[in-house]
Every structure is written in C-alpha cells, then in structure tokens.
C-alpha cells in the first residue's frame, strides 16, 4: 500500500473508480507512511486522520471525478473548513478556517481527501521551512537539508512519499524552490489562473498550485483548479484546451533562450547548477529545438528594492489578519525577528510608496516580457545552489534582513516570473551527489500548455520520476 502513494495521481483515481483499491485503504496508507517518517520530516503541522476516513468512506468504486479518493496535504496558509490555520506563525493562536479556500474546495470537489496541513515559514517569507512555531521541516534527500520554501512541508511530503501530492502557493518561487530541492515537478501558473477566493480577488505576486511527481499530473491538477470565480477582481484567459490535453501534445521545434546569468548581481551561481543549464540545452537541441545563448536584461539597479517593497506588504496583510484577530497590535515577541523586522519596513512604506513601486515593477515586467517575445521559453537554472543546510536561513538570527538577502542568493532566479505573472516551472532533470538537480523553464503569458507540452517532452527524454529518497 505505502507504493501506492508514488504512483500518479490519475492512476489512482482510476484504481479507486475499478475498485481495485478503496480511498479509505488509499487514506488509510498515507495516515500509517505519516505516523512512519514524519516524525523525521516534520512536513505536517495537523493531521486530519479521523476527517479524512470518513470523506474517503464517502467515495465509492466507479466516482468519475479525476482524483477521486487521492490523498493530498493542504499547505497551511489556505484554509481547511474547521481546521487550524497558522500561517506557522505564533500571533495567528490556533484560529480555525470558518470555510475552504477555493483551492481546498476545488480539490475537495474533484475528489481529493485532504489529510492534513503541510509547514512553511512564518508568514511564508523565506524559501526554507524553519520555525520557533514548529520547528525546521527536512528534506527527505537529505535531513540536514531545507526542503526549500515557502511550501517545504507540501514538498517534503511528497517526496518521503506521504501524499502523492500536495497543494502549494508562489509569491516569489515558493511552489518552484520546494520543487527543485525535493526532486519535484512545481509549476508556477499564469498571474490569476487559480482564483484566490474567497478573501481575495487578485493578488500581483501570488499564484496557488500544486507539487506532484509527473509533468501529467501538474497538468490535470492545473484543470481541477483554474477558472474564474464569482467576484474575481482579475482573471487569466480560458486555455483553448484541458492543459492536460496540451501537455500531452509534442510541443514542435521552438526557439528556447537559455542563461546562467542571475537577476540579482551578487548571487553566485554554483558550476553544478551552471551545468545543468547546459546539459538541459543540449537535450533540447537534441529534441530538435533551437536554443540560444541570451542573457535577459534583468539585472537592473533597484529592482530588489521594488520587490521587498511589493512582497513585503502582501506578508504584512497576513500580520494585520492575525493582529485583528488578537484584537491589538503585534509587538516584537509575538514573531520572529525577520517577520518584524519586516513589519516595521512596510510601517515605514505609504501607500503612495507601496502603488509606485508596483507600477515600477509592471514597467519593468513589460520591458522584459518584450525581450521574452522573441522566444518560445527561457532555460535558467532553478536554484543558484544546492538545498542549502538547516539553518543557514535562520529567521531568527542577529541579522534578520540579511537573512532575507541571502535567500535572495540562494534562489534568484524564481521571483522574476512573479513580477511578470507569466508562467514558469521547476523541473527535476539531474541529480548531483545524491540531491535533485533542477532547471526551470519560463514561458510566454498565459501559455501553460505550450510550457507543459515542452518539460513533458523533457521528461519523456529524461525520466526523473522514479527517483526516490532512501528515507525509512
């Protein structure tokens, strides 16, 4: 049974509508691998176990829904109907969901039993998992290892192979890190694809998804979960088809940039990651498609700045909920030192400052999106460095904004395509001494489909799914 949960998510669905296997077995093998390994993982923050045998007793041989009776963890800054939220944050208390996110309901009404709450960082602000809350989450490649962030616990529960899959956000490569650290497929849809109802109508940075094992699999969750919903503020066009029918089309040859060189000028890109861009070049050529050295024009003075200035109110947002919900406001014991010290930086940012910088940024997304116009995608690295050990992103140390920076270094290639909305994704390809190794690929606006038809050709050529941690 415990095998059963690395297998794609529409096989299972198809098991359980034969009858060969029931949800509440499938549930049933996810709670029991939960009990075996998270104890060294530490991916969950709550266990749904008596909820989730009872909705899995709920789904009966021959339910058509596409992930009928598939297990799956919510990360916890999404709310599960009744359950905690915490944001993994200590001023949020223990208050509970009084409804289901849309991505919660989404999954729910596809099918998917949610059997628990996944880890991230405080406030979701650093790409590693580690917190005075709940302690660091590990990466089931390597348990002295961040499994990256924000939605580190989504992705090492994945790879330790407790849920076959898992929900996870983006606002600045929070579903992409997590991928390329645990060896995981994270795609980053287009700006306003996956509503954020009910609570927001349109958010500039973040975009909701999903970590699976399977290009497929992106694809069909993608189905599951985009579209409008009533009082959206913004929406991403309808695709011309299921994503799931784009991703299984050859792409055809495409012109593909390819560079290693990073947005933030200070970051240094390890030769392990350089290669991989290389390697990956030569398999596309190989595949039949052009791919050009071009470095973008993206390494401009101030643009990190603009950025904190726009990230850095949308983590606050989250701050004031928990400070309304307190009924005062926050003081410095209430978090850990980097969610204050960004707190009292966005104090110091007005609304006219906060509304400039946004619109700074939409200039300089236009300027770049007009330089992608002349390819198909762009090949980058997906980390300028190996997963990076516990503690090295301390959000508790002296020094907390240099925290934030050397996050920064460690994964400057991911919040660019938070700026442009447009699609990008995390791809597993190599491995190097024992830890995943991936490349990301960006797309043009709204093309998910030609961005999936391309890394499921990728993968095709290059299997990475049967790849697992020796872990328990």
């Not at 009966?60 to 799956?72: F, M, Q, S």
């Not at 350089?274 to 190989?286: K, N, P, T």
Request: a negative charge.
């Amino acid at each position: 049974m415990e095998e059963l949960l690395t297998r794609p998510v529409d096989e299972l669905a198809g098991m359980v509508r034969a009858g060969d296997v029931s949800a509440r077995e499938l549930v049933q093998a996810s709670l029991d691998r939960i009990e075996a390994v998270d104890g060294e993982v530490h991916a969950f923050v709550d266990v749904y176990a008596e909820q989730a045998l009872a909705a899995a007793g709920e789904v009966a041989a021959g339910d058509e829904r596409p992930l009928a009776g598939v297990p799956v963890a919510i990360k916890n800054n999404r709310g599960v109907a009744g359950e905690r939220l915490t944001i993994a944050a200590d001023f949020m208390g223990d208050f509970r969901a009084p409804m289901d996110h849309n991505t919660t309901a989404r999954l729910k009404a596809a099918g998917a039993i949610v059997v628990g709450s996944t880890a991230l960082p405080e406030y979701g602000i650093l790409p590693s998992t580690e917190t005075r809350r709940f302690g660091p989450t590990r990466n089931p490649w390597d348990l002295t290892r961040t499994p990256g962030g924000s939605s580190g616990g989504s992705a090492a529960a994945v790879a330790a192979g407790m849920v076959p899959f898992a929900h996870a956000n983006d606002g600045g490569g929070s579903t992409r890190i997590p991928a390329a650290c645990c060896g995981l497929v994270g795609l980053k849809p287009q700006r306003g694809r996956i509503s954020l109802a009910p609570e927001i109508g349109h958010q500039f940075l973040v975009q909701d998804g999903v970590l699976t094992r399977t290009v497929r699999e992106t694809a069909l969750c993608l189905d599951v979960l985009a579209g409008y919903v009533e009082g959206d503020m913004a929406w991403a066009p309808p695709p011309a088809e299921p994503f799931a029918a784009a991703a299984a089309r050859e792409p055809g040859r495409l012109r593909i940039a390819m560079t290693t060189l990073p947005p933030l000028a200070d970051a240094e890109v390890q030769p392990a990651s350089v290669q991989a861009v290389h390697d990956a070049a030569d398999l596309l050529r190989s595949l039949g498609h052009e791919v050009v050295e071009a470095d973008p024009p993206w390494q401009m003075e101030g643009v990190l700045h603009l950025f904190t200035a726009c990230f850095g109110p949308a983590v606050c947002s989250q701050i004031a909920f928990a400070s309304m919900l307190a009924g005062r406001e926050p003081a410095a014991e209430d978090m850990e030192p980097l969610s204050w010290a960004i707190w009292q930086l966005c104090k110091s940012i007005d609304s006219v400052g906060a509304l400039l910088a946004e619109y700074q940024l939409h200039g300089f997304a236009r300027m770049f999106l007009q330089w992608l116009a002349g390819f198909d995608a762009l090949l980058t690295p997906a980390l300028a460095e190996p997963p990076v050990p516990i503690g090295t992103l301390d959000p508790q140390a002296p020094d907390p904004m240099g925290t934030f920076a050397r996050s920064g270094r460690f994964t400057p290639f991911t919040a660019i395509f938070n700026v442009t909305g447009s699609p990008a994704m995390s791809l597993p390809l190599f491995e190097q001494d024992g830890l995943p190794l991936a490349i990301q690929l960006a797309g043009r606006p709204a093309q998910e489909g030609a961005l999936l038809a391309l890394a499921a050709q990728l993968e095709a050529a290059h299997p990475w799914a049967a790849r697992r941690p020796q872990l328990g």
